[in-house]
């Protein structure tokens, strides 16, 4: 059997699900696995050239690479009435959104989506999502989009929220927020999609079953976070559609489907076909 190239982020949240998986603790069988840790705007960039043969991306950039890449239906993050949010040095009107510069962590992230869809086209530069609350307290961006543990990490900084998507979507859908999923190449064939969704289902589960332990993990990427924020993050992204999509999961990433497709942001609307 080849060796499986993995690619996900050095993130608390990713550590935590693969953190089984990456130590042995549990196997893809005979399967050999390699993990690359990359941020995920530069997985999503890999994926459009399926360089690898399964990656965590973001779910806009899964509208890119469908016909290459089918859907794991473990290991998605999903927010449950919360997800990116615009921060500011100071209260900003709803309305003047529009015309400040903002820093987002990637045009193709499904951050950078949903601003689009609640926000138009705004100004923006392209920032490490790391860099952000600096990029914007420093006066290079008027306002920053946070994914990761900025968003619970923000007001120690100094920053103000100014719209919180994960809410705007609760309130529009009622439905938890995807943001990111993994992905297997289609040429990977059904027997290999079949054992590397159990593997990374197996350590999920492993995570659950230890916390303690896959968070002190975690803790090795949660840039200099506590350990009760460092758990607090991940366990709002690593919840109950992380195991399994559901059909609240499946419904959820079709309707982002459907709504960006509406919105002319995306080309089409990809099947949502996770196994």
């Not at 950039?61 to 859907?71: A, P, V, W």
Request: proline share 6%.
């Amino acid at each position: 059997m080849p060796r499986i190239r993995i690619g996900h982020s050095p993130d608390p949240d990713d550590a935590f699900m693969f953190y089984a998986l990456t130590t042995g603790k549990v196997k893809a069988g005979d399967i050999e696995v390699e993990h690359v840790l990359e941020d995920i705007e530069s997985l999503n960039r890999r994926a459009r050239t399926a360089e690898l043969e399964v990656t965590a991306v973001s779910a806009a950039t899964y509208t890119m690479i469908h016909d290459r890449y089918r859907m794991m239906d473990p290991g998605a993050s999903m927010g449950k009435g919360y997800g990116p949010i615009l921060v500011g040095r100071e209260p900003v009107d709803r309305k003047d959104i529009a015309d400040k510069v903002i820093a987002i962590p990637g045009s193709h992230t499904t951050a950078a989506l949903l601003l689009r869809m609640y926000v138009g086209d705004p100004p923006i530069i392209e920032v490490a999502f790391d860099k952000i609350p600096q990029a914007v307290l420093e006066g290079q961006a008027d306002l920053g989009l946070l994914i990761h543990e900025g968003q619970i990490t923000h007001q120690s900084m100094g920053l103000h929220k100014v719209l919180d998507m994960g809410k705007e979507w609760e309130r529009e859908t009622g439905l938890p927020l995807p943001l990111g999923i993994n992905v297997m190449r289609r040429d990977l064939g059904e027997d290999v999609h079949r054992r590397l969704s159990q593997a990374l289902r197996d350590s999920i589960d492993y995570a659950y079953a230890n916390v303690d332990e896959a968070i002190e993990y975690a803790m090795r990427y949660g840039r200099g976070i506590d350990k009760e924020t460092c758990r607090r993050f991940v366990l709002m992204y690593v919840n109950d559609y992380t195991m399994r999509l559901g059909d609240d999961g499946r419904a959820a990433l079709e309707r982002l489907f459907r709504m960006a497709h509406a919105k002319g942001l995306i080309p089409e609307i990809p099947p949502v076909d996770p196994i």
